[in-house]
């Protein structure tokens, strides 16, 4: 299975863009790539997928780099609900795909 | 918003009883799961379920077990609870494999055995 490898911890100013980068050099060409987040005290919710181009949506952007060995994820008006544990995810499984959740990154948003 | 949902949020239960924590989901999904998580630690995969009738076993050993009688219920039975058992326990669900569509999750069951 592809594994990532993410920073423990970032701290960011609220109303500023956060990066949040993911490293997976072992990536296959079929690996899809998914970004959770964890508020405290909650379930983890989704926030965004891609396969080779960059996303967007709503919540958050996702850059995907050429070669597809490291992403990131960028939020771009940090605001203190988006304080959480982001986890980059590469879904893997015999052949119907689980989410195997690392350690993630501390996103803390200061005031 | 999520239409995936764990009862009870909160357990505290003595050793040794029988415990049933409950998921379940109106979206319709194929796909269950159920989690592990224990305070600022990781989530492990417990057990999973591609379909009414079918569950199998995740990365992580547990002594529970779970049934899948109806496609939109997921019950985690302890059928003899131990303070080793106090953790947190994640229910998801997805409409298809997850690498092409999203995940939900519900609250979460916060179960402390003593």
């Known amino acids: 299975d592809a594994k990532t490898t993410q920073p423990n911890s970032m701290e960011s100013n609220e109303e500023e863009p956060v990066h949040l980068p993911c490293n997976h050099s072992?990536?296959?060409?079929?690996?899809?790539i998914h970004w959770y987040r964890q508020l405290p005290s909650q379930g983890p919710e989704y926030v965004i997928h891609?396969?080779?181009s960059n996303v967007n949506n709503r919540m958050a952007s996702l850059a995907i780099a050429e070669d597809r060995k490291s992403s990131t994820l960028i939020l771009h008006r940090a605001t203190l609900r988006d304080a959480a544990v982001y986890y980059c995810?590469?879904?893997?499984?015999?052949?119907?795909?689980?989410?195997?959740f690392g350690k993630g990154t501390k996103l803390s948003v200061i005031p | 918003e999520a239409d995936i949902y764990q009862t009870p949020r909160y357990l505290v239960i003595g050793t040794g009883k029988k415990i049933t924590l409950e998921c379940s989901q109106t979206?319709?999904?194929?796909?269950m799961y159920w989690y592990q998580q224990d305070p600022g630690m990781e989530l492990h995969l417990i057990h999973y379920?591609?379909?009414?009738?079918?569950?199998e076993k995740g990365d992580l050993s547990s002594e529970s077990t779970v049934s899948r009688i109806r496609t939109e219920h997921f019950p985690l039975t302890l059928e003899s609870a131990r303070p080793s058992h106090t953790s947190q326990y994640l229910c998801?669900?997805?409409?298809?494999?997850?690498?092409?569509?999203?995940?939900?999750f519900g609250q979460g069951t916060r179960l402390t055995v003593v």
């Open positions: 998801a669900s997805s409409g298809s494999v997850m690498a092409h569509t999203e995940a939900f």
């Open positions: 072992t990536i296959s060409g079929t690996d899809y």
């Open positions: 891609g396969l080779t």
């Open positions: 995810i590469l879904p893997s499984g015999a052949g119907s795909y689980q989410l195997t």
């Open positions: 979206m319709g999904h194929d796909k």
């Open positions: 379920s591609y379909g009414v009738n079918s569950t």
